[in-house]
């Protein structure tokens, strides 16, 4: 069936380096999408988002990066941060419903 | 602030004991969802709902009920709940036209 998936469920990086977080989708109709960052014991939080349509969306320190071609989505953060650990979902969305479909996560762990 | 507020946050409760998981948002969204996560799965949505009165399967819908009586409160109620419904729970809600879905705390139920 239709699936969004990230392609490793784990990722140790050193402070202060790039980070880069991969996701593959396949439904070719989805209308955005959306990376969230949860914390332990807490509730997804929204990151950034890009629409189909785009390939490219930059916020503060993370960038989102849409190749529709291939249905990979990445999301790159910036001198990683320890704060930046956290366990990353991409989600894609339906226009229709709003429904979100979601990965498995990937953790991110940031080494000091 | 925009607020989604679930209860209880931590329930153990016995196999078939009638349970409910409250959720409630002040942002007048008319978009609501469950969700459950489970390691490994991600997260799956239960049920949603686009609209007072309107309410839909999502993914995984068995043995989950919901209402949508009035726009803040979203519900999910649990008739006979299982072991295999041990899980962490959250509850969603976004504007119709938007981008930006806000998640609850979530609710981690334990079913014996």
């Known amino acids: 069936g239709e699936s969004v998936g990230l392609h490793l469920p784990t990722l140790s990086v050193q402070e202060g380096d790039n980070s880069i977080i991969n996701c593959a989708y396949s439904n070719s109709a989805s209308d955005y999408f959306i990376w969230y960052k949860q914390e332990s014991g807490k509730g997804p939080q929204f990151i950034i988002d890009i629409r189909s349509n785009m390939d490219k969306r930059q916020g503060q320190r993370v960038t989102v990066l849409l190749n529709k071609t291939v249905k990979h989505l990445s999301l790159q953060i910036a001198a990683t941060q320890p704060g930046d650990s956290a366990v990353y979902f991409c989600a894609d969305v339906r226009s229709n419903d709003y429904k979100l479909s979601f990965g498995a996560g990937t953790t991110v762990t940031v080494r000091a | 602030e925009a607020q989604v507020t679930q209860n209880p946050r931590y329930l153990i409760t016995v196999t078939g004991k009638k349970l409910t998981v409250t959720c409630s948002q002040n942002m007048n969204h008319e978009y609501m969802s469950w969700y459950r996560q489970d390691p490994g799965l991600g997260l799956r949505q239960i049920y949603y709902?686009?609209?007072?009165?309107?309410?839909d399967k999502g993914d995984v819908p068995e043995g989950y009920k919901v209402s949508r009586k009035e726009k803040r409160n979203f519900p999910l109620i649990l008739e006979s709940p299982s072991p295999n419904q041990t899980s962490l729970y959250f509850c969603?809600?976004?504007?119709?036209?938007?981008?930006?879905?806000?998640f609850g705390e979530g609710s981690w139920l334990t079913v014996v």
């Open positions: 969603a809600s976004s504007p119709r036209e938007g981008n930006t879905i806000y």
């Open positions: 709902s686009m609209n007072v009165e309107v309410t």
